[in-house]
T-cell receptor, first 113, second 111 residues
Framework: NAGVMQNPRHLVRRRGQEARLRCSPM?????VYWYRQLPEEGLKFMVY????????ESGMPKERFSAEFPKEGPSILRIQQVVRGDSAAYFC???????????FGEGSRLTVL | GQQLNQSPQSMFIQEGEDVSMNCTSS?????WLWYKQDPGEGPVLLIA?????ELTSNGRLTAQFGITRKDSFLNISASIPSDVGIYFC???????????FGTGTRLQVTL
């Protein structure tokens, strides 16, 4: 998983602020996934993107959350007007194709005060 | 939605012992994956299984894709302290391309 780069590793925000999490996939991977993990729980799928396209966002909350994967640059997960319940670890994963093995980054840990 | 149940939830074993954990699903999966997660880190892929009945090894780890495609198990032989962590199974239907993760098995190894 060393190839998937996420930043920041830790982010603290106050309620109502915006959080932006970045993910650079492994070289050669054009499929990016975002997952959320609450303490003591498994990972929950949020969104699947392929360059410039959202393929599946069935796990994304309808409001305040958005994701993009532009032609150039990293994938961004954006959370607007954060609330305490958004505190979690957000993991990005990439894949060379749209199925099978996913390779995960180290995660971004969001704390909302 | 799809659910993956892992058992046991946690295990305390002595160094050198063998470990077995399994994962069951209410749905059929086309791919089974096993990941290990250390505290504060992302999940690391251990083994990937692509065919029903497939048995695959990776060092001291062995995993099998159940014939019914609704279950998988992971065995660790001769455990060592660095095996400590949380083990997650994950299934992929191959259509939506998103993994469904299990609830995790927390492994503790005592010397």
């Amino acid at each position: 998983n060393a190839g998937v780069m996420q930043n920041p590793r830790h982010l603290v925000r106050r309620r109502g602020q915006e959080a932006r999490l970045r993910c650079s996939p492994m070289k050669g991977h054009s499929h990016v996934y975002w997952y959320r993990q609450l303490p003591e729980e498994g990972l929950k799928f949020m969104v699947y993107l392929q360059k410039e396209n959202i393929i599946d966002e069935s796990g994304m909350p309808k409001e305040r959350f958005s994701a993009e994967f532009p032609k150039e640059g990293p994938s961004i997960l954006r959370i607007q007007q954060v609330v305490r319940g958004d505190s979690a670890a957000y993991f990005c994963a990439s894949s060379p194709r749209g199925s099978g093995e996913l390779f995960f980054g180290e995660g971004s840990r969001l704390t909302v005060l | 939605g799809q659910q993956l149940n892992q058992s046991p939830q946690s295990m305390f074993i002595q160094e050198g012992e063998d470990v077995s954990m399994n994962c069951t699903s209410s749905s059929i999966f086309n791919t089974w994956l096993w990941y290990k997660q250390d505290p504060g880190e992302g999940p690391v892929l251990l083994i990937a299984l692509y065919k029903a009945g497939e048995l695959t090894s990776n060092g001291r780890l062995t995993a099998q894709f159940g014939i019914t495609r609704k279950d998988s198990f992971l065995n660790i032989s001769a455990s060592i302290p660095s095996d400590v962590g949380i083990y997650f199974c994950a299934g992929d239907t191959g259509t939506a391309s998103k993994l469904t993760f299990g609830t995790g098995t927390r492994l503790q190894v005592t010397l």
